[in-house]
């Protein structure tokens, strides 16, 4: 037998064991049902979060600053209500020196800061912020990386971090 007779003798037994198993099903081969085949998903009875007011609260002034006015900014909210919660901010790669940490926030009256170098050495004693003004903090980093956590006690609202070289 040549070599293509004996590739359509093999298509074809694939073929008939094909139908026999269609056979063996009892007919037709099944075709599953989309609806079948696919769980369907639980419904919740749970309403969505309320979405944060705060959030995007400093996007513009983040977006209104100059390029390069800042070497690190960073912005958010404390949560959602609810939710609410201490933020940390880090930044590995600024260099050891001498730097303006401006805080900022909106919500609170009053808010907690602390800020320290990634390895956690404390470079200023923790401070209270008012909410009502941006507060510039002079900074002498000792080693590489910046840490800022805040802490709004509890209540909703929006934060600003920026640094700067000292001038």
Known sequence: MSPSNTRILALSGTAIALGALAGCSGGEAEQPSATSAVPSPSLTTT??????????????????????????????????SGQVAPHRSENRTVQPGAYTVTLECAGPEMMTGRIATSAGTSVIDPLSVSCMAATPVPVDLPEKGLLVDLDSAGAAGAFLIRVAAAE
């Open 47 to 80: 309403a969505p979060p309320t979405p944060d007011p705060w959030a995007g609260y400093f996007d513009d002034e983040v977006a209104d600053a100059e390029v390069g006015e800042y070497l690190w900014q960073s912005w958010g909210t404390f949560g959602d």
